[in-house]
C-alpha cells in the first residue's frame, strides 16, 4: 500500500527547494496495474514549505505532497485542477470519477492534489495514518489516543495543517505547473473554500474556476457547520414536502408525508426490532445521510409507509441504492478521510458558535425531523484549535472566469447561502451559476449528467449566467 511514495522516495523524485519554479517531474505510479481506476496515471512528490503562513510558532517539520495526474491521450487542451472537499479527503476522491471528468473537461489532463494531512503527502499523525498502520490511512483502536496525544503535545506542528497553509501549498503547485494550454481548478465543498483562498493569496495563471456545491460565506450564521442540522432539516423537509405535491406518491402514502414520518419516529422510541434495522439506530441521523443520494431521499416517503406497517423492504432497497451510488467513487488504500484534519479545521475555520455544548446540540436538535452527526463532532473536538488568521472570509481581489454549480437541495451548502456567497465574489469577476433541481451535494458525483452538461459549456467559452438543468431522473414513485 505504500508503494507508490516509497518508489517516489527512492527514487530521489522530491523535488528541489521550497520555492523552486520547476513543475513536478511525474513518473509511472506503481498502483497503475493495482486498479483499473489507475491505469495510465502519473505520480509526482512535492516538497513544500511546511509553514509558509509562518503562524505555527515552531521550527517547521518538512511537509510532502502527494500529487496524481490522469494524463490525456492524445493533444492536451491544458489541465484540469480538482481539489478536493471535507476537509480530509484527498485526491483519490476523484479517481474513480474519472470517466464524468473526461466527457466534463475533454482533452485536459486531470491533475489530483492530497491536501497537507490527507492520502500519501504528509500526515498530521504520521504512524498511526501509515498505509501500512494497523488501520491503514484511517485510525483504529489504540491510534487515536496516541493521535490526539501527540498533537495536543505538539500544538505547533497541529497548526502547520491550517487551511491557509493547505492553500499556500495549491498556488505554489498551481504556480510550479508548466503552462500549455489552459489551467483551469475545480473544487468541491470544502474545496471551494479552499480554491477561493489560494486566488484570495494571488495565485496567478488560473483560467478559469469551477465552484461544485459551494460553501456560505464563513460569517455566514444561518449556514455554519455548527448549523448543519438546521441546513439538513430544511432539506429533508423539503423532500417530503415533494412527496405531499406530487399527484400518484400523496396517493401511495395516503396522507401528509411529514404526519407518517413523525408518526415512525414517535413507533422506533418503543419499537426496538423495528429501530435494530435502520443503520445506526438513528433513523433522523440516517435520512439526514440519505438526502446526499437523490435516488434514496426519493424513496424516504415509501421507506415511512413500509416501516409504519412493521417492514423493513423499502428500507433495505434505499440502503441499497446508497451504497450503489457510493462504489462509483471507488475504494483505495487513501480514501479514508483523515479524522484529525476534519476535526482541527472545522473547528478553527467554520463553526461559528465554538462555545456550543453537548446538552445545546441536544436541545436544538430535539424538535429536528433530520439531523447530522457534524454539530455534535464540533463540540470539544479533542484536538488543538487555531486562530483565525488574515484570510478568513477574504474574498479573492480578482476572480477568473467562474462556473458555480449549485443544487437546490444540497443538505451541506445550502443554494441560498451559496447565491449570497456569489453576489460577493461577483465583486471580483465574472461568476456564471448553474442550479440543479432535484440535486443534492457534490453534483459532479450525484447529477453527473447535469455537471457535463453546466462544465463543457463553460470550458468551451459559452455563457450561461443563470442556467438551470432540471434533472430527469430523479423522480418519486412508489412503483
Keep these: 500500500m505504500m508503494k507508490p511514495m516509497r518508489r517516489l522516495v527512492l527514487a530521489g523524485w522530491i523535488l528541489g527547494t521550497a520555492g523552486a519554479a520547476q513543475g513536478a517531474d511525474f513518473r509511472p505510479c506503481d498502483d497503475d496495474a493495482a486498479n483499473p481506476a489507475l491505469a495510465g496515471s502519473l505520480c509526482a512528490l512535492e516538497q513544500v514549505p511546511g509553514d509558509p503562513s509562518g503562524l505555527a510558532g515552531a521550527p517547521a517539520a518538512d511537509v510532502r505532497l502527494f500529487v496524481r495526474k490522469f494524463p490525456v491521450a492524445g493533444s492536451s487542451r491544458g489541465q484540469l485542477w480538482l481539489v478536493a472537499g471535507g476537509p480530509g479527503e484527498s485526491g483519490a476522491s476523484f479517481y474513480g470519477l474519472v470517466p464524468q471528468l473526461r466527457k466534463a473537461f475533454p482533452g485536459f489532463d486531470l491533475v489530483m492534489p492530497d491536501h497537507r494531512g490527507t492520502g500519501f503527502s504528509t500526515r498530521l499523525c504520521p504512524d498511526e495514518e501509515a498505509p501500512g498502520s494497523s488501520g491503514g490511512t484511517a485510525l483504529a483502536g489504540a491510534e487515536w489516543a496516541s493521535c490526539f496525544r501527540r498533537l495536543n503535545e505538539n500544538p505547533a506542528y497541529a497548526r502547520q495543517f491550517s487551511e491557509t497553509n493547505a492553500a499556500h501549498d495549491l498556488k505554489l503547485l498551481l504556480e510550479r505547473s508548466p503552462r500549455a494550454g489552459k489551467t483551469f481548478v475545480y473544487g468541491v465543498s470544502y474545496g471551494t473554500q479552499l480554491v477561493l483562498r489560494t486566488l484570495a493569496l494571488g495565485a496567478q495563471g488560473v483560467d478559469g474556476v469551477v465552484l461544485d456545491s459551494l460553501v456560505p460565506l464563513q460569517d455566514d450564521a444561518t449556514a455554519d457547520l455548527s448549523r448543519r442540522s438546521l441546513v439538513t432539516d430544511a432539506v429533508g423537509r423539503a423532500w417530503l414536502g415533494r412527496c405531499d405535491s406530487d399527484a400518484h406518491c400523496r396517493g401511495q402514502i395516503g396522507e401528509p408525508a411529514e404526519t407518517a414520518y413523525r408518526r415512525l419516529l414517535a413507533r422506533l422510541e418503543t419499537d426496538t426490532a423495528l429501530r435494530e434495522a435502520v443503520p445506526g439506530k438513528n433513523l433522523r441521523r440516517f435520512f439526514g445521510g440519505m438526502l446526499d443520494v437523490p435516488v434514496a431521499a426519493a424513496m424516504m416517503p ?57 446538552e445545546d446540540v441536544k ?108 434533472n430527469r431522473t430523479v423522480y418519486v414513485t412508489g412503483s
Design 302 to 358: 415509501y421507506v415511512v409507509k413500509d416501516m409504519n406497517a412493521g417492514k423493513d423492504g423499502w428500507l433495505k432497497h434505499a440502503i441499497g441504492a446508497i451504497e450503489y451510488a457510493a462504489s462509483a467513487l471507488g475504494s483505495f488504500p487513501q480514501s479514508p478521510p483523515s479524522i484529525p484534519l476534519v476535526s482541527m479545521i472545522s473547528a478553527s475555520e467554520n463553526n461559528l458558535r465554538p462555545g456550543m455544548r453537548a
Design 363 to 470: 436541545a436544538e436538535e430535539k424538535e429536528l425531523l433530520f439531523v447530522s452527526s457534524l454539530p455534535a463532532l464540533l463540540v470539544e473536538p479533542g484536538l488543538p484549535v487555531y486562530a483565525r488568521d488574515a484570510q478568513f472570509n477574504r474574498a479573492p481581489a480578482r476572480l477568473p472566469r467562474t462556473l458555480v454549480i449549485q443544487a437546490a437541495l444540497d443538505p451541506k451548502t445550502p443554494h441560498g447561502a451559496a447565491l449570497r456567497h456569489v453576489e460577493v465574489l461577483r465583486k471580483a469577476g465574472p461568476v456564471e451559476v448553474t442550479t440543479v433541481e432535484n440535486g443534492a451535494h457534490f453534483v459532479l458525483w450525484t447529477m453527473p449528467s447535469c455537471f457535463e452538461q453546466a462544465a463543457r459549456a463553460f470550458v468551451d467559452g459559452a455563457p450561461q449566467p443563470e442556467a438551470v438543468c432540471r
